[in-house]
């Protein structure tokens, strides 16, 4: 059974989507956004947390409260545009280990091709978020995952800005168990494996390069 897809429908994400998209948006808008919207698909992705109780000091007297309950999360951005992600949801989860995956599409056989790794090594005990923008052929979300499990990861879940329905059923049929955040699935890869309509090679619109 494949695991669930969440398309993130807010409001606030959307619009942030439909400004990335447009194609005269600045390098260091098109940034700022990303930065904006992996802050937003953090709220939603951890929304269900476990959560323990405490009891704190208020400066009026003792109360119980709640907190998140097991060890820190892990983010685990594919490099480079996952980096993008990052800012934004570390904003949020100050407290994050960071595991970084360095893996580039080669362009003519479209195959991911791993050239860095470093992770905590406890990964076992912790809940993994792959971080993508772009979900396309998917062979990079693969091996990324393959290479987490290869270092213990049990609970994994892969957030991205755009999925392509090729690349969605390509990562149900190697990790069946890994759900998926996105902002929108989009129409369908091209002949050079992009996401149409999409918007572009994300990396090279962060970051400024061709």
Request: aromatic share 6%; net charge neutral; charged share 25%.
């Amino acid at each position: 059974m494949a695991a669930t897809v969440t398309v993130v429908d807010h409001p606030l994400v959307q619009h942030k989507l439909t400004l990335m998209r447009d194609r005269d948006r600045s390098t260091k808008g098109f940034r700022e956004l990303l930065n904006e919207i992996g802050m937003l698909l953090a709220y939603e992705v951890t929304r269900d947390l476990p959560l323990e109780p405490v009891i704190i000091e208020t400066p009026i007297e003792a109360t119980e409260g709640r907190r998140i309950a097991g060890k820190k999360l892990v983010l685990a951005p594919i490099l480079r545009a996952g980096v993008g992600f990052l800012d934004g949801m570390l904003s949020l989860m100050p407290a994050a280990r960071v595991s970084h995956v360095g893996i580039y599409r080669d362009p003519e056989s479209l195959q991911a091709v791993e050239y860095y790794f470093k992770s905590p090594s406890d990964l076992a005990d912790r809940t993994v978020l792959v971080l993508d923008p772009m979900l396309a052929t998917a062979n990079s979300a693969v091996a990324a995952i393959d290479r987490l499990k290869s270092r213990g990861a049990r609970d994994l879940r892969f957030v991205c800005l755009l999925a392509a329905p090729e690349g969605l059923a390509r990562l149900q049929q190697a990790h069946p168990e890994v759900p998926v955040w996105t902002a929108a699935i989009d129409s369908h890869l091209n002949d050079h494996g992009y996401i149409v309509p999409g918007l572009g090679d994300a990396g090279d619109r962060m970051y400024g390069t061709r």
